[in-house]
Every structure is written in structure tokens, then in C-alpha cells.
């Protein structure tokens, strides 16, 4: 077995990003009568966002999460298409035995469903979300995991063996 992989669901699988401001439109403009919503003012951090979208939620909107997961359900093909060498260097390390981790300052309920509709989620061991994703995931898998931010980085790694 392999040292592990710590993969940027964002950088190296699917960019979530233009789905999730989609969706804060689509929420700011559906739930304006019960509760307004600036997207603009929300931080770039997507954990610091769903932070203060809780606080939104809170003034009777609801389960936001639940409305982000059906929004991504229903429109993710039109955002993300699977790159067929990256999930291919997926597979090669998946095969490998290697421990995969994806991190991603998206929610939860966003990168699920991203990485079962990249073909991802049954090559992955654990997801990390949110603020600070990046180093938990790495304090998890350990000393000496390589990070792919990158497809390239990616298809390197499962080729070489090595990180970048």
C-alpha cells in the first residue's frame, strides 16, 4: 500500500464553485420574502458562508442544506463533467490500495453530490468539508500523504508514485 492522497475536490476533480453561487441566487431570490440574502456579502470561504447561512436559515427559511443537495441534484451535469484522466488516476490509486481523501470548502451536501455524480465517492475513504478542510484532512491521513490540487497532479501522482 501506497502513501495516501489528499485530493482538491475543487482544483483537481470538478469545480463546485459556479454550482454554489448558482444556488445562493436561486435561494436569495426564492427565499427573499421570508428572509433577504446578499450572496455578495458572504465570505468566499464556503464553510465561513454556510456559517452565516445557518444564521439566515435560522429567520425561518429552513433546512438550506436540504434545498442546496436537491439544487446540485438537479442541475450538476450542466456544471461538471467527469475528466476522464483524472478519474482514471482515481481508479489507478483506488486500485493501488492507497487511502484517498478529497477536501473542499464546499458543504457537505455539495460534494457528495459532486463526487457521485464524478463517479468518486466509492474510490474515496473520507471527505472533508468546510473551513480548514485541507489541513484536517491531512492531519487524518498523516505525515507523508501527497496532494493533488490539480488533475495533473493527479495523474502524476498515480503514475510516478510520487507527489509533485
Given at each position: 500500500m501506497g502513501q495516501p492522497v489528499a485530493i482538491d475536490l475543487d482544483g483537481a476533480l470538478g469545480d463546485t464553485?459556479?454550482?454554489?453561487?448558482?444556488?445562493?441566487?436561486d435561494a436569495a431570490r426564492r427565499y427573499a420574502p421570508i428572509a433577504p440574502l446578499d450572496p455578495g456579502s458572504l465570505p468566499e470561504d464556503r464553510g465561513a458562508a454556510a456559517e452565516e447561512l445557518d444564521?439566515?436559515?435560522?429567520?425561518?427559511?429552513?433546512?438550506?442544506?436540504?434545498?442546496?443537495?436537491?439544487f446540485a441534484e438537479d442541475r450538476i451535469p450542466v456544471y461538471l463533467r467527469p475528466d476522464a484522466e483524472a478519474?482514471?488516476?482515481?481508479?489507478?490509486?483506488?486500485?493501488?490500495?492507497r487511502r484517498i481523501g478529497i477536501f473542499t470548502d464546499a458543504p457537505e451536501a455539495l460534494a457528495r453530490v459532486a463526487l457521485a455524480h464524478l463517479g468518486a465517492a466509492r474510490r474515496v475513504e473520507t471527505?472533508?468539508?468546510?473551513?480548514?478542510?485541507?489541513?484536517?484532512l491531512l492531519e487524518q491521513l498523516g505525515s507523508g500523504t501527497f496532494v493533488a490540487v490539480t488533475a495533473r497532479d493527479l495523474v502524476n501522482i498515480s503514475v510516478s508514485g510520487s507527489g509533485t
Open positions: 464553485r459556479p454550482l454554489w453561487l448558482d444556488f445562493l441566487a444564521r439566515w436559515a435560522a429567520k425561518g427559511v429552513g433546512d438550506w442544506r436540504a434545498a442546496l443537495e436537491r478519474s482514471a488516476a482515481l481508479r489507478t490509486l483506488a486500485a493501488s490500495g471527505l472533508q468539508c468546510g473551513s480548514g478542510a485541507r489541513e484536517l
